[in-house]
């Protein structure tokens, strides 16, 4: 018998109300024994008073001290828990076992209370008769591990809070011509800067000096490379407050382009990820806490060795692709994402692998019902004490259903935009729209380089169109309006730009056009109308013809309104040689060429 054993037979458990140790049943001896050789925590409570042999272990975790509570009523010993184990002991007593999950345990040390987390098991032990004797405990501290998914879904609140009360932690934009910054109050905070020069703007050099020297460099190139290639820009990095305080944050931004093409400014916005990216730091410390935390989290946790072969997938992997990770591999990612995807998460991924940098990328990949929904992901490396990469953490994200609202939101913005732009009776320009696209068509052609390309306008009115009005009514003259409309857009080009400039007058914008070429559409125009003819709901029908000035420059410099000019003025020819007819305006002559 061990010295242990020995010294536990030795206590007083007549005073207990049991029989000397040696009289004790064999199943009893015998857990006893095994106790005295177990590491973990182990308690029996013997009898209905649940008189406590503990290991040491285990009166440790229950009182922090050593030899001071068995042959005692676990009742005494931790009076809290009354309760608790009152329950337990008459369930095992009835030859019930029992089991509690994370349950908070408070134990008095030096008068006060500390609180600890526990997994309780309870299981009878049943004596030669068939009688349950005791309940043995075993007990295992999960402190630990409970202050952790604790800390994680706070962390996890507090960020979702954040986005969903703003959709964006904070904004900025870039003018870079003048390299100015202008940024929202969550920046400043972020960047360590003053709230009022950020929202004045202020230079880009003193955001610069706040991103951590180690990605300075990195975040520089990114966004030369944004401007160069025109595509979007995101970087994950580090920012250095003034009392040394280290940020991690997402910085995204597009650039802002002129109708030219040229990137002139950029918009974007910062969000914050200090607790997400401490939070992955510490689960890659420890393996035990890392694959136990993850499975707390909503997102697919993954990590890689440092060559960067997948050697972990938390519990969402497979509810989300519905693939055991035992039976996955790198081939299985690369038929997972979405193929028009996969060179750019290629190309991404290797890079990161390469430079060390930051892995950050959205794309589609194939969810187990089949669709194709969208991922954010995340890496960072974890680096020894000589900062060589020793492993790879990451997180992906569904954020779908995000994309799906932001993609419906910019096709209502097309649609409004549309419904802006078109007429809503004839389908063609309106009158604001058509000066804005023609200005837009006019300056593309002057900034090419040595063009001295034609530019020619159509001004077109429906002859008569009062008389159509007062005679069928105003719902036959919209009739007229929509049929005219249709059969102009009917005969110009794809490039032309076709808008009502009010009532019955239209105009045409033909880019490239010289006058021969402009007079064939304006004849073309004018035959399509004429020829078409318009059923009216009553029976019958009617047909509308249109009078047509043509005007013609090379000029760039206020050319429309110059064109609208001489246009007009041909117009006004055409109606005075009696209407259904095609005039070309010519210098200062009234009007030139009459063409039927």
Same mark, same amino acid.
């Given at each position: ?403 799906? %609202? /932001?993609?419906? &939101?910019?096709?209502? $913005? ?6 802006? !732009?078109?007429?809503? @009776? ?124 043509? %005007? /013609?420059?090379? &000029?760039?410099?206020? $050319? ?6 001489? !246009?007009?003025?041909? @117009? ?25």
């Amino acid at each position: 018998m061990s010295d242990w054993l020995r010294s536990q037979a030795n206590l007083d458990w007549r005073s207990a109300g049991l029989p000397d140790f040696d009289q004790w049943d064999r199943a009893l001896v015998s857990i006893a024994t095994m106790m005295m050789y177990a590491q973990a925590p182990m308690a029996l409570m013997l009898g209905s008073a649940g008189v406590l042999l503990a290991n040491e272990s285990a009166q440790h975790l229950f009182t922090r001290s050593a030899g001071s509570c068995n042959a005692q009523s676990v009742l005494d010993v931790m009076p809290q828990h009354v309760a608790l184990f009152s329950s337990a002991l008459n369930r095992a007593m009835q030859g019930e076992s029992s089991s509690l999950r994370e349950h908070p345990f408070h134990v008095q040390v030096e008068g006060e209370l500390h609180r600890q987390w526990l997994h309780l098991d309870f299981t009878p032990v049943v004596g030669a008769d068939g009688r349950p004797l005791a309940a043995l405990c075993i007990p295992c501290d999960v402190t630990g591990l409970v202050q952790r998914v604790h800390h994680l879904a706070d962390s996890e609140q507090r960020l979702r809070y954040a986005l969903e009360g703003s959709g964006l932690v904070g904004t900025w934009t870039v003018d870079l011509a003048t390299q100015i910054s202008k940024a929202d109050a969550n920046v400043a905070r972020m960047y360590g800067l003053p709230e009022d020069d950020c929202q004045k703007g202020i230079a880009v050099s003193r955001f610069h000096a706040s991103i951590h020297p180690e990605d300075r460099e990195r975040v520089a190139t990114a966004i030369l490379q944004s401007v160069q290639t025109r595509k979007a820009y995101r970087c994950l990095y580090r920012v250095a407050g003034p009392a040394g305080q280290i940020r991690w944050v997402v910085s995204s931004g597009n650039p802002g382009r002129e109708e030219d093409g040229e990137v002139t400014q950029f918009l974007g916005v910062v969000v914050e990820v200090t607790e997400q990216m401490e939070t992955a730091s510490a689960l890659a410390a420890s393996r035990f806490h890392f694959e136990t935390l993850t499975e707390a989290l909503p997102q697919i946790v993954w990590s890689c060795n440092e060559t960067g072969q997948h050697d972990y997938f938390s519990r969402r992997w497979s509810e989300f692709t519905g693939i055991n990770p035992q039976d996955a591999d790198e081939h299985t990612w690369k038929a997972l994402v979405f193929p028009e995807h996969w060179n750019r998460v290629w190309t991404t991924w290797q890079n990161a692998l390469h430079t060390g940098g930051a892995y950050d990328i959205d794309y589609r990949f194939r969810h187990f019902s089949g669709e194709y929904r969208w991922l954010r992901v995340m890496a960072l490396p974890i680096r020894d004490e000589d900062g060589k990469i020793v492993r790879w953490f990451g997180t992906s994200t569904d954020i779908h259903e995000a994309y799906k %609202a /932001t993609e419906e &939101r910019e096709r209502l $913005a097309q649609e409004l935009e549309r419904i802006a !732009a078109e007429d809503q @009776l004839t389908g063609v320009l309106t009158r604001r729209a058509f000066f804005a696209q023609s200005d837009k068509v006019i300056q593309a052609a002057q900034a090419a380089p040595g063009s001295r390309s034609h530019l020619s306008l159509l001004m077109l009115d429906i002859d008569h169109f009062k008389a159509v009005n007062d005679t069928y009514g105003h719902a036959v003259g919209d009739m007229v309006l929509a049929a005219s409309a249709g059969q102009i857009q009917a005969a110009v080009r794809i490039p032309d730009l076709v808008g009502r400039l009010g009532g019955e007058e239209f105009a045409v914008l033909l880019p490239g056009c010289s006058r021969n070429e402009a007079i064939k559409v304006a004849e073309r125009i004018r035959s399509f109308v004429q020829a078409h003819r318009i059923e009216l709901d009553g029976g019958g029908s009617i047909s509308a013809t249109v009078s047509i000035g043509v %005007a /013609t420059t090379v &000029r760039k410099t206020g $050319a429309i309104h110059h064109l609208l000019t001489c !246009a007009d003025k041909a @117009l006004y020819a055409a109606k005075a040689e009696g209407r259904n007819r095609v005039c070309i305006f010519e210098g200062d002559r009234k009007h030139a060429v009459v063409r039927r």
